[in-house]
């Protein structure tokens, strides 16, 4: 049972004597196994929750939970996929894969049997021996997402991992998320500024307000996903093509553009 | 405005030109008789005197002995300086209170040419291997130290954070992010280190030494045989360029390997 | 080396630095103290006390030590390196402008320049010693070695530096002669320059205690010869520490001299 969970987070920053809220009263929680999406306008601080989750950053009121554990630090319970993809340029793929399973202390054949299963699933095979600079953006991609899977972590966090991409990757990378997903269902937070990519990927969508970041609204994605079978639909782009599709994504869009034209205070 | 390259003839013709007017001068100089030719040899006397010394002996041994003696030291200096300063390096990039504590003490030592050592060098070795050991560790220690921390230190913060993130303990993170990420600075670091390395090797040899090329030039300078000490200068200057052209190669090739 | 990590802008305080190196240099005092005097782990014929160093630079401050007291090794020491160095630097900076901005001027004097490039300063030392003897004039002529190549080597970088459009605005506006070197030139590789002339400082005065130490009468290498013939470690300990603050006091002159040239840089 892995849940995240919010409660009254904030975020203060100092820079130069002056005081800035980047987060404020933040209460969300991500259920076990649930896939939560945030957008919202850049410097809302979604980007902050997922690194508070991670433990890369603290909250400096309020708490962050894993498990009902208080996060401290970093761990590979808490998979992060990195917008850059931070894989070690000097490290094989199979070798970038296979890294945190050896701080994990997990046998040999264990990793050989794993790291092959993601290296299969996330269309690797054939590239085990090469570098991430002679893959694509995409390519490079799948390898860190295998590298966070392969952890069997309790949460996964994923910030703007496809925001490195161009369109058609992206939408391909989309497409095999969900397929991932749905075989190995997980605690996802995923950060997007993207709205078709929240809606068509989560089954909640959180809209953050622009900084001081507080929680606009959360949308129930799930429901009409269910309701109107969007997973019977062959390809992404049917899924897009959907009018309930359509309208959820232009409210967020409304939400979002609320934002820009009120003033940052 | 600097223009655009030159033709090849051209270029060809002005470098033959002016290798050719150096030279001449030289050899014009020579000639004048205004002092002895022990005192100014021309040019091909000194390649001369050189080929004399790859045979003959002299100051005890011939110039290819001389040469493995201080390549010898060299050697003994440089990966000295490596396996102390790599592994320092490191830990100072990783762990704040080694930094605090090593980099006064570096930092007041550093100033110190590796050349003023040599007295206490002298007193400690006397003129065994140590002495001029200890002086190329001294000029080749400070940029292999420098260039491992600054390499280090400054790690995309990403990798770091991926580290920590894969549970990584302190030892894999300096062993397989810190170590592998600082490799293009250490190997740059390594070839200035290889050339301050072989500049005090020189410079050692010359006061408390017993072989090796740089004595071998005091005892031609004794004998006022510049042949003697211009050959010294070259065999010097030709073995320095060709450690530096292998280094060049070993930091090109990890370039390409990292695709930089 | 300040522990500033890649993305921190700003720099860090001075006070809580200045505290740490102190309370390191007084860790170390002890620690020397410890050593030498209070359990002779390191016999005084090997490494000097602290009480023994204070004794010796009393003595060559006051009463003089080889030919001279400590401020008239350093003047005699700086003043030489000085004089080799501004001579050096500024045939060399012209010379490296010269070969930068003329290709023909590159490759006629290039043949030679590599040939006398790969040979260390010191090794002109013995050279040096043949041609003028034991005094100041094969001093210098070291110095100048020294000196000369890494003027050279850095201005012509800085030359071939230079931005394109730079040189192309210089044709437009007419720019020629005098001027050229004056306003484009000399400007536009001034950064190299300097880089150039720190480097020839470092390396005059290396070599200049090398020189003195192989045979002077005074100067801050003589120091460090009479103490090693003497057998005085106290001495040679100060001499070795008058070097390395002369250099450092250099450094941070040059330092200041490129920031008053340039203000506008930040300097590394």
């Known amino acids: 049972m892995a849940n995240i969970r919010f409660r009254q987070v904030g975020r203060v920053f100092r820079q130069g004597g002056q005081a800035f809220v980047a987060l404020d009263g933040v209460d969300l929680e991500v259920a076990d196994r649930e896939f939560v999406a945030i957008v919202g306008p850049s410097g809302c601080g979604k980007t902050t929750c997922l690194r508070m989750a991670a433990g890369l950053e603290h909250p400096t009121s309020g708490s962050v939970s894993v498990d009902d554990v208080p996060v401290k630090a970093p761990g590979p319970d808490r998979a992060v996929v990195f917008q850059q993809f931070a894989l070690f340029p000097w490290k094989s793929v199979w070798d970038n894969i296979e890294f945190g399973l050896l701080s994990l202390g997990v046998a040999a054949d264990e990793r050989r049997r794993r790291i092959e299963h993601y290296i299969g699933l996330m269309g690797l095979t054939g590239y085990e021996q090469a570098f991430p600079h002679q893959l694509s953006g995409g390519m490079q991609q799948r390898v860190a997402i295998a590298r966070a899977y392969v952890l069997d972590p309790k949460v996964l966090l994923m910030d703007e991992p496809f925001g490195a991409l161009d369109a058609q990757t992206r939408v391909v990378m989309q497409e095999e998320l969900v397929r991932l997903a749905r075989q190995h269902p997980r605690t996802v937070l995923f950060i997007t500024h993207a709205v078709e990519e929240a809606v068509y990927l989560a089954d909640r969508v959180v809209v953050m307000s622009r900084r001081p970041g507080r929680i606009r609204e959360v949308i129930d994605v799930r429901t009409i996903r269910r309701s109107e079978r969007w997973d019977d639909l062959p390809r992404i782009e049917d899924v897009m093509d959907q009018a309930s599709f359509v309208h959820l994504r232009t409210h967020i869009w409304k939400l979002l553009r609320e934002q820009q034209g009120s003033e940052a205070h | ?260 | ?268």
């Open chain 3, 1 to 268: 080396m300040h522990a500033v990590h890649a993305a921190a802008p700003d720099r860090q305080p001075w006070l809580p630095r200045l505290g740490w190196t102190l309370g390191a240099a007084a860790a170390a005092r002890l620690l020397w103290q410890a050593l030498t005097v209070w359990t002779g782990w390191v016999s005084p014929a090997r490494f000097p006390t602290p009480a023994e160093v204070g004794v010796a630079l009393r003595q060559i401050a006051i009463d003089g030590y080889g030919n001279a007291r400590l401020h008239e090794h350093v003047l005699r020491s700086v003043l030489l390196v000085t004089m080799g160095f501004v001579v050096a630097s500024s045939v060399g900076v012209v010379l490296g402008l010269a070969m930068g901005s003329s290709r023909r001027i590159e490759a006629l004097v290039n043949p030679v320049f590599l040939v006398l490039r790969p040979i260390p300063p010191l090794a002109w030392i013995p050279l040096a010693i043949v041609w003028l003897g034991l005094g100041d004039a094969a001093k210098l002529m070291v110095i100048f070695v020294s000196a000369f190549v890494p003027s050279v080597i850095n201005s012509y970088t800085g030359v071939r530096q230079i931005d394109t459009p730079m040189f192309e605005a210089a044709a437009m506006l007419n720019v020629r002669g005098w001027r050229y070197w004056k306003e484009v030139l000399i400007p536009g590789a001034m950064p190299s320059i300097f880089t150039g002339l720190r480097l020839s400082l470092q390396a005059s005065w290396t070599t200049l205690v090398a020189a003195e130490l192989v045979g002077a009468v005074a100067g801050l290498g003589s120091i460090l010869n009479q103490g090693a013939q003497d057998i005085y470690p106290a001495m040679i300990l100060v001499g070795m520490a008058s070097v390395a603050l002369c250099g450092w006091l250099m450094t941070v002159g040059l330092g200041r001299l490129e920031r008053w040239v340039m203000p506008w840089r930040a300097v590394a």
């Open chain 2, 1 to 260: 405005m600097i223009g655009p390259a030159l033709e090849r003839n051209e270029m060809l013709r002005l470098t033959v030109a002016g290798s050719v007017a150096f030279l001449a001068l030289w050899t014009l100089a020579a000639w004048a008789g205004l002092t002895s030719r022990q005192f100014l040899p021309t040019p091909w006397e000194v390649v001369a005197r050189m080929g004399e010394l790859i045979v003959q002996p002299f100051a005890g041994f011939t110039l290819g002995a001389h040469l493995l003696s201080s390549l010898q030291r060299f050697a003994m200096g440089f990966v000295l300086a490596v396996l102390v300063g790599i592994p320092l390096g490191l830990a100072m990039a990783y762990f704040r209170g080694v930094d605090r504590l090593v980099t006064p003490l570096f930092e007041a030592v550093r100033f110190v040419a590796p050349i003023a050592w040599v007295p206490f060098a002298a007193l400690w070795f006397g003129t065994g291997i140590g002495g001029p050991v200890l002086i190329i560790f001294m000029g080749a220690f400070p940029p292999v130290l420098i260039n491992t921390y600054r390499g280090a230190k400054f790690v995309d913060r990403k990798y770091i954070e991926a580290a920590r993130m894969l549970g990584a303990s302190a030892l894999r993170t300096i062993t397989q992010v810190l170590l592998p990420a600082a490799v293009p600075s250490i190997v740059a670091g390594l070839r200035i280190s290889a050339g301050l390395g072989w500049q005090s090797l020189v410079g050692a040899e010359l006061i408390v030494a017993s072989s090796g090329v740089g004595y071998m030039m005091v005892k031609g300078q004794a004998a006022v045989s510049t042949a003697t000490v211009m050959s010294g200068m070259i065999a010097i200057g030709l073995v320095g360029l060709l450690i530096d052209v292998a280094l060049r190669r070993v930091q090109r090739r990890i370039e390409r390997q990292r695709g930089l």
